[in-house]
Antibody, heavy 122, light 112 residues
Framework: QVQLQQSGPGLVTPSQTLSLTCAIS??????????WDWIRQSPSRGLEWLGR?????????QYAVSVQSRIIISPDTSKNQLSLQLTSVTPEDTAVYYC????????????WGQGTMVTVSS | DIVLTQSPLFLAVTPGEPASISCRSS???????????LDWYLQKPGQSPQVVIY???NRPSGVPDRFSGSGSGSDFILKITRVEPEDVGVYYC?????????FGQGTKLEIK
């Protein structure tokens, strides 16, 4: 059974960097058939896809245009996890952040992390 | 970006009655292999989204057969034949044909 366990601070100061981790069990971050997404949810923006990584002989990154200058999603193969870094945060980045697995070559997003509420405030 | 428009945005249904949600896409979600990359997710209060239908009409194991998905191209429907109290929450359609993945606004289902 695949599980995603998220961790990271729930409060970030404006202009600082938001950092979250998603630990994977039951699958591999280096899977050649899965992709690993970060999605956030806020009352103002709804569900918003931020980006993904996946491994197909090399690591591939895709980011939403709205955050592409501020976002890094990276794998940690030694710990079998992925991380999200979002720099220069503002209160508009306040949201619940989810990691999710999309399996079997883009078939279905079948496993989601538990969500992390991140508030950007001084 | 592909825009998904759901309707209605709110549903109040008597237990045992049917429910139907529409999702319209700004462009076709049909991939060259004949598969529509349109999923339906239910987000129960306080929980992460969970898939109820994927690739237009496929129901994952563990999802009750009262849930069904239909449609192709740009128009899709999620149907619940007989709504039960545990079906309450917000339903989202999601397209994964191309990045960025995008979501509909959500349809809130409540029990009368």
């Amino acid at each position: 059974q695949v599980q995603l366990q998220q961790s990271g601070p729930g409060l970030v100061t404006p202009s600082q960097t938001l950092s979250l981790t998603c630990a994977i069990s039951g699958d591999s971050v280096s899977s050649n058939s899965a992709t690993w997404d970060w999605i956030r949810q806020s009352p103002s923006r709804g569900l918003e896809w931020l980006g993904r990584i996946y491994y197909r002989s090399t690591w591939i990154h895709q980011y939403a245009v709205s955050v592409q200058s501020r976002i890094i999603i990276s794998p940690d193969t030694s710990k079998n996890q992925l991380s999200l870094q979002l720099t220069s945060v503002t209160p508009e980045d306040t949201a619940v952040y989810y990691c999710a697995r999309r399996r079997d070559h883009n078939t279905v997003s079948d496993v989601w992390g538990q969500g992390t509420m991140v508030t950007v405030s001084s | 970006d592909i825009v998904l428009t759901q309707s209605p945005l709110f549903l109040a249904v008597t237990p045992g009655e049917p429910a139907s949600i529409s999702c319209r896409s700004s462009q076709s979600l049909l991939y060259s292999n004949g598969v529509d990359h349109l999923d339906w997710y239910l987000q129960k209060p306080g929980q992460s989204p969970q898939v109820v239908i994927y690739l237009g009409s496929n129901r994952p194991s563990g999802v009750p057969d009262r849930f069904s998905g239909s449609g192709s191209g740009s128009d899709f429907i999620l149907k619940i034949t007989r709504v039960e109290p545990e079906d309450v929450g917000v339903y989202y359609c999601m397209q994964a044909l191309q990045a960025p993945i995008t979501f509909g606004q959500g349809t809130k289902l409540e029990i009368k």
